[in-house]
């Protein structure tokens, strides 16, 4: 049996929802970072220093874990190096392996050869806007995307099942390769597996790409 660590942010409820849905042959165990907010000032920013995410992570390690991810989505506005580091730091203070949320999803793309993207996120616009600019500097194109406008991370696990289906049927109007719904505290995992075939295109939820993270360990 194997035992796994993720870090999540403190005010997620969803990843542990399904965690216990979940069936298998691995233990999972969580540790928290603290996380109220997303948003792109300095305050907000300051909420997933790398000192702070990795003392939080190595405590997974007193647990004897065989892999670590981490299940925030920050990369995906911080830039893909947030957790590259991240990931390297963390091998080299601890010998563990570590993976994250948003190369899962990235990797996941680039298994269906999805270039042109939708995207579903909770945040506010200068957030979502940024996330369509990192992710272009990747290579992608963000042929639609849908956001509720949000900075409480707590509001975000708070999204009706309605708002984040209706999301979804929005940006599948421009007929992306895949749609992600980009945010780990938003409940889409179900609509994810529910609405492929109405919408025509894969859809990757980032709260299942976290725990099927793991399955890269």
Known sequence: ????????PSSNVVLEALIQKAKG???????????????????SRAQFELESQLGAAK??????????????????????IH???FIDQMYQKTGVPTGSCVL?????????????LGMVMPYTADVADQIKRNYE????????????GGDQSNDFASMPQE????????????QPDAIVIMCTNVAGSALALAMQEEVGC???DSAAAALEAFAQF
């Open 163 to 174: 708002t984040i289906a209706q999301m979804i049927r929005n940006v599948a109007v421009a």
């Open 25 to 43: 042959d691995t233990i999972i165990h969580v540790a928290r970072l603290g996380v109220l907010d997303v948003k792109l000032d300095e305050t």
């Open 202 to 204: 894969p859809i990757i």
């Open 83 to 85: 957790d590259l580091r």
């Open 1 to 8: 049996m194997k035992r796994f660590g993720l870090l999540i």
């Open 104 to 116: 899962e999803i990235n990797r996941q793309l680039d298994a269906l050869g999805a270039r042109r």
């Open 59 to 80: 405590l997974l390690c007193d647990a004897k874990v065989d892999a670590v991810v981490w299940g925030g989505t920050s990369a995906s506005w911080l830039g893909i």
């Open 137 to 148: 500097s990747l290579g992608y194109e963000i042929v639609n995307l849908a956001y509720e």
